[in-house]
């Protein structure tokens, strides 16, 4: 199956994306040259994002560069300016509800598929949770990192921002893998999508060229309209609940060795 098709004339001329502070881009995506005015208040990127994903949800879209624009104000949480990607789980999963944006280039490259955990949901994901063993999917913002091959083949693994509701994700070895299960087609007559043990897992046509445009510092949004994470996410409080407090509890969680 081909990928979910971007007509050109759904890509806009994005600007380069900057909130109050300039993070480190890792060398594998260097950064072309930003100047301060390019910088765009949330409620522009979040109507230029809209404008270039029809598809996706305006109001998911604002909540994602409101936390994007948070976590932006620390370097310590390790996020690429240049690029975003938007899982909406409220979205059933035959649907694709995943896009990936690259805000330097100008481009939406991806609008996809994506499973949830096999105790979140059906067709539909209702319950997430962060614990070891549930078989959930976890909400909130993550930072992704790097790449190995484990059991599900070529793999990414994502680091959790949010304390409480998805900060164990690398102990979790909550990472985006390519899976077969993730099948549209077969998703039409069973209903739903196959089921992951918590990972956001794509088609695998697609695995290994998503993963390595998100690896080394993509901001990735994990969007449901659950109360208790709206209402406690730092990333998303009107004072982005203190950047510090988020990278000094996610330095002190660690990285876990995942698999």
């Keep these: 199956m081909k990928s979910f098709p971007i007509s050109a004339g759904r890509r806009l001329a994005l600007l380069p994306l900057l909130a109050m502070a300039t993070p480190a881009v890792p060398a594998s995506h260097p950064a072309p040259s930003l100047q301060p005015a390019a910088r765009l208040p949330e409620a522009e990127l979040a109507a230029r994002l809209a404008e270039v994903a029809p598809a996706a949800s305006p109001e998911v879209l604002k909540l994602a560069a409101r936390a994007m624009s948070c976590a932006l104000r620390d370097p310590a949480l390790g996020v690429d300016p240049q690029r975003l990607g938007v899982i909406d789980y409220s979205r059933p999963s035959t649907e694709p509800r995943m896009w990936v944006f690259d805000l330097a280039r100008s481009q939406l490259l991806f609008e996809e598929w994506v499973a949830h955990g096999r105790n979140t949901g059906e067709n539909l994901a209702k319950k997430f949770s962060n614990a070891e063993g549930s078989y959930m999917t976890s909400l909130g913002a993550f930072t992704a990192q790097e790449t190995y091959m484990g059991g599900n083949g070529y793999s990414l693994r994502l680091r959790g921002l949010e304390p409480g509701f998805n900060d164990r994700a690398r102990e979790r070895a909550i990472v985006i893998h390519g899976a077969p299960y993730v099948n549209p087609a077969a998703a039409k007559l069973q209903g739903r999508l196959g089921r992951s043990l918590g990972c956001p897992a794509v088609r695998p046509q697609v695995a290994r060229k998503l993963i390595d445009t998100l690896r080394d510092g993509t901001f990735l949004f994990a969007y449901y309209p659950d109360r208790e994470w709206l209402?406690?996410?730092?990333?998303?409080?009107?004072?982005?609940?203190?950047?510090?407090?988020?990278?000094?509890?996610?330095?002190?969680?660690g990285p876990q060795a995942g698999s």
Excluded: E, F, I, P
């Design 231 to 253: 209402q406690r996410s730092r990333l998303l409080s009107g004072d982005c609940g203190g950047a510090a407090s988020v990278a000094a509890h996610a330095k002190a969680a």
